[in-house]
């Protein structure tokens, strides 16, 4: 074991931007706005808030105390609270799973921060000025055709990652927060100001939070259900090792609870962005990702001003990969700065190194290796898959029962500041709801 200090978050402002700034990620620029259209809007955005109440913040605010309560990396910070409170060392597969989580996933997002540089360089350019939507998806076929342009895009965005993870946690971490969740704020902002310029902001509003209850099925249920756990970065040791750098001063559910609503008003935010464009310009709304490489560039190219709103919207994309991307990286640096006699920036090139390398092997799946690997998949699908499907559920709903029925009840209550009723509540949700339902996600996605 190290006996190197342990860094921590330099106030609870700072602790709340970098966590927010993990849950902020591609998919919430994306996949939640879509999702929302889809699954009857306002409806589904009140399901979904139900379930990170029940689901989303309880493992949350787990993770964080076991995190703090260990001091130390996902997986020792298992080991000696699990030690502590007289049950098995073994808890600790928990946190090292979360950690090889973090790792592989690390590995293919990284390939996509590397497409969002590329965009926003295209947008400087102005490649999309004038093309129809065959010339668009050329532009995107022949970037995923190209293994030196996407090697190039993985390597500079995983660059970035190390080089900020590197400086530690209130240099490296806080100082990229700090700048980057205001200007992702900023620039979310001026889109959605541009967006009530479109004529038709009042279509994006009444599509997003207008209920239309006969679009909610069980699938969309389940949909809001899986979003809701995997929005807030859990099961992947982040929120674990981002609570080891927390003081015991730090009110932990009244930090979760502002964490979640920063998260779904950005994802709210993005929706308010982004279809008001697609409805002033007659695009498909039925894109899925496709909707951010494809269907909207169409947009920026044949709109008014559009090279300095594609270049906006791209660099608000890439932010919120690089938050996400850094909160990645940082349980795995941990694990090997404290397993190993290296130092903080040695553990990160080693970390970065590593994710990296796996990185050309997804990237390499879109062109010269497009052959299945495994159960009919190439390698990137493959690691989205085993991540999403498997090892994030899992570790989630371990680190909810090990908080739930291992720990000593009162300490939790204590820690956590409960009234009694709150306690009741607390104990209810963390041992029964909580675990239901990710066993549910979890069954209903295999």
């Known amino acids: 074991m190290s006996s190197k200090q342990h860094a921590h978050w330099s106030s609870r ?30 409806a589904f955005v009140l399901v979904y808030l139900l379930c990170i109440a029940l689901i989303g913040l309880p493992i ?27 049950r098995s060392r073994n808890w600790m597969i928990v946190g090292i799973s979360g950690i090889l989580g973090a790792f592989l996933i690390l590995s293919f997002y990284s390939v996509i921060g590397g497409w969002s540089l ?14 129809d939507a065959d010339g ?21 965005f995983m660059l970035l990652v190390i080089g900020i993870v590197a400086r530690g946690v209130t240099k490296g971490l806080e100082g990229a927060v700090r700048t980057l969740m205001p200007a992702l704020g900023v620039l979310l902002a001026v889109l959605v100001g541009y967006g009530v310029t479109t004529g038709h902001f009042g279509e994006a509003v009444s599509y997003l939070f207008n209920p239309d209850w006969s679009a909610l099925s069980g699938e969309t249920v389940l949909a809001a259900l899986g979003h809701a756990f995997f929005t807030l970065s859990l099961g992947m040791g982040i929120m674990m090792a981002y609570g080891s750098y927390l003081g015991e001063e730090v009110n932990l559910l009244k930090t979760a609870r502002t964490v979640v609503i920063m998260d779904t008003v950005i994802a709210l935010g993005a929706g308010l962005a982004i279809f008001p464009i697609v409805f002033a310009n007659d695009l498909d709304l039925n894109s899925g990702p496709g909707l951010i490489f494809v269907t909207l560039p ?37 694990f090997v700065e404290e397993r190993t006699p290296l130092s903080r920036a040695m553990s990160t090139l080693v970390a970065g190194i590593g994710a990296w390398a796996l990185g050309i092997a997804a990237l390499l799946s879109f062109n010269v290796w497009s052959d299945p690997v495994l159960f009919g998949l190439g390698v990137f699908d493959l690691l989205d898959k085993l991540t ?47 675990p239901i339902g990710v066993i549910v996600v979890f069954v209903s996605s295999l």
């Not at 668009?136 to 500079?156: D, K, Q, R, Y």
């Not at 270049?311 to 941990?334: C, D, G, K, Q």
């Not at 498997?390 to 204590?414: C, E, H, K, N, Y």
Request: aromatic letters at 10%.
């Open 13 to 42: 402002l700072a602790f709340i931007l970098a966590a927010t700034g993990s849950a902020v990620g591609l998919g919430n620029i994306w996949k939640f706005p879509y999702m929302v259209g889809e699954s009857g809007g306002a």
């Open 60 to 86: 949350l605010v787990s993770e964080w105390l076991i995190g703090r309560r260990g001091q130390s990396n996902p997986a020792n910070a298992m080991a000696s609270v699990a030690e502590k409170a007289g």
């Open 118 to 131: 590329y965009y926003t360089l295209n947008s400087v350019t102005g490649a999309f000025s004038g093309q």
């Open 136 to 156: 668009i998806g050329a532009l995107f076929n022949g970037m995923l055709g190209n293994p030196g342009l996407l090697l190039l895009g993985h390597s500079v």
């Open 298 to 334: 169409l947009a920026f190219g044949n709109m008014g001003g559009g090279m300095i709103l594609g270049l906006l919207f791209f660099l608000l994309l890439t932010f919120a990969a690089l938050t996400s991307a850094i909160s990645l990286l940082e349980p795995v640096v941990e």
């Open 388 to 434: 999403s499907k498997f090892m994030l559920p899992l570790t989630g709903l371990g680190a909810i029962l090990f908080a739930a029925w291992r720990l000593d009840r009162q300490s939790v209550v204590d820690e956590l500041g409960l009234s009694a009723g709150g306690a009741s509540i607390w104990h209810l949700v963390t041992r029964y709801v909580a």
